[in-house]
T-cell receptor, first 113, second 117 residues
Framework: ETGVTQTPRHLVMGMTNKKSLKCEQH?????MYWYKQSAKKPLELMFV???????ENNSVPSRFSPECPNSSHLFLHLHTLQPEDSALYLC????????????FGQGTRLTVV | AQSVTQPDIHITVSEGASLELRCNYS??????LFWYVQSPGQGLQLLLK??????LVQGIKGFEAEFKRSQSSFNLRKPSVHWSDAAEYFC???????????????FGKGTKLSVKP
């Protein structure tokens, strides 16, 4: 039990589908993050939310849309994805904000067909 | 620009042997430094962290790391490796005192550790 829970663990979707990834943290943290992990590439920070406000969008395509309704929940809405978007998507949270110790969920393995 | 380099993509060691994984960083100030471990299909788990003070830090699972400012390094070590240590290891740097995007955690590309029986 990591304290950060991601659902689903695996997702296969077509390029015309719309789906959402969910992340929930039970640690009382104020910052939450989405990372993308592709083979042979370093972890890519996608979005940062600090006290429910989005503070970072690292040039992520608009087919990825984050939502943070409260400090415990984070969503990543997906639509019209491309095969190159297939990756492990990791959610993380931290108490002290960006740059500090982050706690990760187990990830959602996304396959776009 | 800030960066983290893990020069070894893949390392194989025998069970019981010692281990050192290298990490070098490029950063304007002294950043916060972290080592994470990832087992296949899992998320990242924090092994240890350095913020300030004693440059030799102890972590979980018998790991330790030493911060060397002069070499901009934060190498991870373990005196005796166990088969269960086989995983991928990531070094990361961050700076919470940087109010901009430069302060976000930056990860190296990772080092995959294999353990021979």
């Amino acid at each position: 039990e990591t304290g950060v829970t991601q659902t689903p663990r695996h997702l296969v979707m077509g390029m015309t589908n719309k789906k959402s990834l969910k992340c929930e943290q039970h640690l009382g943290h104020n910052a939450m993050y989405w990372y993308k992990q592709s083979a042979k590439k370093p972890l890519e920070l996608m979005f940062v939310y600090n006290f429910k406000e989005q503070t970072e969008n690292n040039s992520v395509p608009s087919r990825f849309s984050p939502e943070c309704p409260n400090s415990s929940h984070l969503f990543l809405h997906l639509h019209t994805l491309q095969p190159e978007d297939s990756a492990l998507y990791l959610c993380a949270s931290s108490q002290e904000g960006p740059g500090t110790e982050a706690f990760f969920g187990q990830g959602t393995r996304l396959t776009v067909v | 620009a800030q960066s983290v380099t893990q020069p070894d993509i893949h390392i194989t060691v025998s069970e019981g042997a010692s281990l050192e994984l290298r990490c070098n960083y490029s950063y304007g100030a002294t950043p916060y430094l972290f080592w994470y471990v990832q087992s296949p299909g899992q998320g990242l788990q924090l092994l240890l962290k350095y913020f300030s003070g004693d440059t030799l830090v102890q972590g979980i699972k018998g790991f330790e790391a030493e911060f060397k400012r002069s070499q901009s390094s934060f190498n991870l070590r373990k005196p005796s490796v166990h088969w269960s240590d086989a995983a991928e290891y990531f070094c990361a740097v961050g700076d919470p005192l940087d109010g901009g995007s430069q302060g976000n955690l930056i990860f190296g590309k990772g080092t995959k550790l294999s353990v021979k029986p």
